[in-house]
């Protein structure tokens, strides 16, 4: 996304009729969703400006079949179907990567470790002259916990072939509660360096000045490197 050009989005609810977590469902249903319904959502952005009817929280879910939480709200009610809502964001941020996420009601933990969840990058054609890496040298991956299991997740491969260069990681730790710590870990026959150090250049409010080397970085939980 490029800063200051508005975004608009049209998401549609087709998701199975059983949750992944089923069992987790049934412990937390209650209204405004009958008992026949198992799967609501909405979407929200996480850190960025955003006016209120696509603030994505819990009260404006949907289901796939249609039913609406009670603060169900939509841009151009006329374009949408009963399972469907239209969102705009502002993307007027600095340049950053925000992320977004299923936030319905008592859901959002379980849906994040069942993978609705994506990064959101916000661009500011400023920052052409730093030089950062892109493209296949931009490697995006998210960390998450869930119901019995954590993963780290990579949305191209989780072990990919590199080169002998300069790469940019961005990492989003999509845990409920768990904070991580990162470092990388290289055998010895490799380098003599077990822990090789890496530069700060950026977080959540954006790039930061002065870079930091670290050898290692702990991520809190919604942050975002």
């Not at 990058?121 to 954590?150: H, I, K, N, Q, Y």
Request: charged letters at 20%; proline letters at 11%.
């Amino acid at each position: 996304m490029t800063k200051d050009h508005p975004t608009v989005v049209k998401y549609r609810n087709e998701l199975p009729t059983t949750h992944m977590f089923q069992h987790v469902i049934d412990l937390i249903r209650k209204p405004p969703f009958p008992a026949d319904i198992n799967v609501w959502n909405v979407v929200r952005q996480r850190g960025g400006y955003t006016v209120p009817q696509c603030d994505g929280l819990p009260e404006q879910a949907f289901s796939p079949l249609g039913h609406h939480a009670e603060d169900w709200t939509t841009l151009d009610p006329g374009r949408v179907k009963p399972n469907e809502a239209i969102y705009a964001y502002t993307n007027h941020d600095q340049s950053r990567m925000l992320w977004y996420h299923g936030h319905a009601m008592g859901m959002s933990a379980i849906d994040v470790c069942a993978g609705l969840a994506g990064l959101y990058v916000v661009r500011d054609p400023a920052d052409d002259r730093l030089g950062l890496p892109l493209g296949e040298f931009e490697v995006p991956s998210s960390c998450r916990t869930g119901p019995s299991r954590r993963t780290a997740h990579s949305p191209t491969d989780p072990f990919p072939a590199v080169e002998p260069r300069r790469y940019r990681l961005r990492i989003l730790n999509a845990s409920n509660e768990r904070f991580w710590r990162l470092r990388f870990d290289v055998p010895r026959q490799v380098l003599l360096q077990p822990q090789p150090p890496f530069w700060l250049i950026g977080t959540d409010g954006g790039l930061r000045a002065p870079l930091q080397m670290l050898d290692f970085l702990t991520v809190q939980p919604s942050g975002m490197t």
